[in-house]
Each structure stands twice: as structure tokens, then as C-alpha cells.
């Protein structure tokens, strides 16, 4: 079943409609939290930072698919990079130059549109990364060292990587795009009422700030969303519209919580201060990590059936 060309340039139009339209309920918060003593600036920052991200997301997009799928791959590394330097394997040069490079065998597998190649790819990557204590004739601290590169190319490069395979197909912008819009419904809708309203805690000690008011209602929201979506997501029946929508709802908090593991284990707040109330690129990309797998193989499993092989 393939989507209306332009249907990838109605998703743009109501991305920017929906960034704008969010300052209404912003506005409605922020009173809530000025009268409760809480600060608002925070929140307004985070807000205007997305007028950037917007456009840097988008411009690329517009300029063809392997523009797109190249800043993907940028985004990868960069990515590897914030948790390298989060965890300290950025001190171990082998680790991070054999890590690089085995994040762009993964978008080579997606560049040349080898779907059987970019599944089996984290096979090849363990034993790639497993030969550099074999090759250096070392043991102390290598099962760490290994195990966290193996890590960082896995999840931040070949799970980041299904969105720029995704876009392989003829209606990959728009399914991105849409996946993008669930998964940032999710955060924000989850921060804001968590936020002002939260009050059971559900993990405090790995996400302080995570409650369970702020999940629920997040995804009574991310729902409602992907049912407004259907259009962008081959109109699939609303009952399995609705077990999507918590799907990936539940897939955004876990991946929220995924980076928090890590923050916590290393004792750090934020990955980084690249993004203006967000912190690092890994603080914002957190939920799309995990769900960025999830999102490709529902799709792929009972709607596209265009992936190449």
C-alpha cells in the first residue's frame, strides 16, 4: 500500500502547526507553576530550543533521502561520542576509532539498501570489536572496555540507524516524521503534567522527576496522537492504532529511563549541554533510540513489505 507523495509534506506542515500550537498549553502551565512557587524559564527554554532543532531536522529532509540519511549517520556519532565521554571510553583510542568506523559499516548496509546486511550487522560488529583484545594480546579491564563499545555501536549507532534504512522506502519520510511526532508527544506531554501534577514517583531512584501521573497521561496523549496519524501509517484499524500508540508510549519512557540508568551509574545530570534546556544530543534522543527498532519492525512486519533484501 503506498501513501500520497505529498502526504510526507503534510506531516512538515503539521509538525510546524503543532511546535507552534504547543505555546497555548505552555501558557497554561506556566501560570499553574508560577502559582506554585516553580520555575518557568526551563520550561520556555526547552520549548524555543525545538525552533532550532526543527529546522536542522527538517532542511535535510527536504534536501533528498541521502542527505537525510547522512545526518543520520552524523547524529550516530555524535552520539557514540556523548557516551563514550559519559562512561570514559573516550580515553581508549582503539575502542573509539574501531566504534566509528563500525557505525559507518552500518550506514554503508543502509546506503547501498541491504536489508539482510543491516539486520545482520550487530553479529559482525561483536566479533569486529571482540578482536581488538585478540589483536593487542590484552585482558585487564577489555571485558569493560569491549562490552561498553559494543554498547555504544549497537544502540547509538545501528538503533539510531533503522530510521535512516526506513527512509529507503517510498513513504519513509513521512513514516519518520511521524514516528518523531509520537515520541516527542510522549516527553513533553509526560514532563509537563509529571511535572505540575505528578506525585508517585516510579522509579526514583534512577528518574527522580519520572512519575507515574506524567507516563499515564502520556500516553492517553500518545494515543490520541497516532490515532490522528492513521493517515501517515497506511490508515491501519484504530484498535491496532491504539495497542501501537501505547506501544511506542511505553517504548519512549523506557528509553527515557535507558540514558537515566547511565547518568545515574556514572553520576552525571546531563550527557551535555549541546541543546539549551534539553542538556546533550543523547538527552533528547533518548526515547527516539528505543523506539526507533520497535517502530521499524511493526511496520515492517505487517504494512510495508518493501524492505529490500
Not at 547518568?263 to 526507533?292: A, E, M, W
Amino acid at each position: 500500500m503506498n501513501l500520497p507523495e505529498e502526504t510526507w509534506l503534510r506531516m512538515v506542515i503539521l509538525l510546524a502547526v503543532v511546535l507552534v500550537g504547543w505555546s497555548v498549553p505552555l501558557v497554561v502551565f506556566s501560570i499553574i507553576r508560577r502559582y506554585k512557587g516553580k520555575d518557568i524559564r526551563s520550561v520556555w527554554t526547552k520549548y524555543i530550543s525545538w525552533f532550532i532543532m526543527f529546522p536542522i531536522f527538517i532542511v535535510p529532509m527536504l534536501l533528498g533521502v541521502t542527505v537525510m540519511q547522512a545526518f543520520f549517520l552524523v547524529l550516530s556519532l555524535f552520539a557514540f561520542e556523548e557516551f563514550s565521554r559519559a562512561v570514559g571510553l573516550w580515553r581508549e583510542r582503539t575502542h573509539m576509532w574501531l566504534g566509528r568506523f563500525c557505525i559507518i559499516l552500518v550506514y554503508v548496509a543502509v546506503f547501498i539498501k541491504g536489508f539482510g546486511l543491516f539486520m545482520s550487522m550487530p553479529a559482525y560488529l561483536i566479533l569486529l570489536i571482540f578482536l581488538i583484545p585478540i589483536f593487542r594480546d590484552q585482558f585487564s579491564a577489555m571485558i569493560q572496555k569491549t562490552c561498553l563499545t559494543i554498547i555504544g555501536v549497537i544502540y547509538f549507532g545501528w538503533f539510531l540507524a533503522h530510521l535512516a534504512f526506513l527512509l529507503n522506502i517510498s513513504t519513509g519520510r513521512e513514516l519518520v516524521l511521524a514516528m518523531m511526532l509520537i515520541v516527542v508527544t510522549n516527553d513533553a506531554v509526560a514532563y509537563i503534567i509529571g511535572s505540575n501534577f505528578g506525585k508517585r514517583h516510579m522509579v526514583p531512584n534512577l528518574s527522580p522527576n519520572k512519575t507515574w501521573e506524567g507516563a499515564i497521561g502520556a500516553m492517553i496523549v500518545t494515543v490520541c496522537v497516532t490515532i490522528g496519524l492513521r493517515f501517515a501509517l497506511y490508515d491501519m484499524s484504530v484498535l491496532i492504532t491504539v495497542f501501537f500508540g501505547l506501544l511506542l508510549a511505553f517504548g519512549g519512557t523506557c528509553g527515557d529511563l535507558v540514558i537515566s540508568v547511565i547518568k545515574r551509574d556514572v553520576q552525571i545530570k546531563d550527557t551535555g549541554n549541546l541543546i539549551p534546556g534539553h542538556g546533550g544530543l543523547l538527552d533528547r534522543l533518548d526515547s527516539v533510540l528505543f523506539v526507533s527498532p520497535i517502530f521499524f519492525h511493526f511496520m515492517n512486519a505487517f504494512y510495508i513489505h518493501q524492505m529490500v533484501s
